[in-house]
């Protein structure tokens, strides 16, 4: 049964993979902003098509293919520590044709010819909270456990974990950057889950992500807080601040803060209340924050 499911998915992979065509693609993902940037340019003398008679057509060839053509690129993206968009997909946990999907309903802009006129460009920004938002199943928020020795706790606004440069990786000899990826999930050094996707509030889901991924700069800004403005949208004005210690996962996304720091968190209803909120920042390199391919 195993078997023919794998085949049954590499089948449909084949037939929804684009063949060659004459469209030339580059794509960037923002983790900051949470959307994916792609631009697809047509060669109009390589597919034939001649102006100013045959711009409907180049624009439907557009409008046809980039589906199939960014399909590959949204099933590459992490969505956990062991799990990509595609592996979700093999065990039959995301649809193939959701991603399609998500391609038709993105943001774009009008097609514009190049100064040449030998190509035709469009652009699209695809958000990853859509996608996000199609893989949170809970009803209903987790609780979040209070510790059995909780200790004294000021009441915050947010949590701001700090993760910029290289951290052991637990259970390695070795160090690496925190790699952000859609559900990151919090441990501490006691290797205690903290937080996870299920502890935020569904409801949420829908327009935020579990974490907000920022660059250093937002934490270091002229005004009594120190932070940018979108980041005191997300964790206001008195956040916690912590230190990553390390981090966790296949793939090194997970975050590890020591235990008086989660006990901090723990020990507080109103701190414990910022996980189920989704009041959570994790600055990282700005090397992992933007790729291009």
Request: proline letters at 6%.
């Amino acid at each position: 049964m195993k078997v023919s499911c794998v085949l049954g998915f590499l089948l449909l992979l084949a037939v929804l993979t684009p063949a060659d065509t004459n469209i030339a693609v580059s794509l960037s993902l923002d983790w900051e902003r949470m959307e994916i940037n792609a631009t697809m340019a047509l060669d109009l003398t390589a597919a034939g098509i001649r102006l100013p008679t045959g711009r409907s057509q180049a624009e439907e060839i557009l409008n046809l293919e980039s589906p199939d053509l960014l399909r590959p690129y949204l099933l590459s993206i992490p969505v956990d520590s062991s799990s990509t968009l595609e592996d979700l997909a093999r065990r039959g946990e995301f649809s193939l044709r959701a991603a399609g999907s998500l391609v038709l309903s993105a943001r774009k802009t009008p097609p514009a010819l190049s100064p040449d006129l030998r190509r035709l460009s469009t652009a699209y920004a695809i958000d990853l909270i859509a996608i996000s938002s199609q893989l949170i199943r809970h009803s209903r928020a987790l609780d979040v456990a209070q510790p059995l020795r909780p200790v004294p706790a000021a009441s915050y606004t947010g949590i701001i974990i700090i993760a910029n440069n290289e951290l052991p990786i637990h259970g390695r000899q070795t160090e690496a950057l925190v790699r952000p990826c859609i559900f990151p999930k919090i441990w501490d050094t006691n290797m205690n889950l903290i937080y996870e996707r299920n502890m935020m509030e569904p409801s949420r889901g829908t327009t935020n992500s579990i974490v907000r991924y920022v660059s250093q700069d937002a934490i270091f800004q002229s005004g009594p807080s120190g932070l940018s403005p979108e980041l005191t949208g997300r964790v206001g004005s008195n956040p916690l601040r912590i230190l990553a210690r390390g981090v966790y996962g296949i793939l090194p996304t997970d975050l590890i803060i020591d235990q008086e720091d989660a006990l901090v968190i723990l020990s507080s209803n109103e701190n414990r209340l910022l996980l189920r909120e989704g009041r959570v920042a994790v600055v990282l390199s700005e090397r992992v924050l933007k790729e291009t391919r």
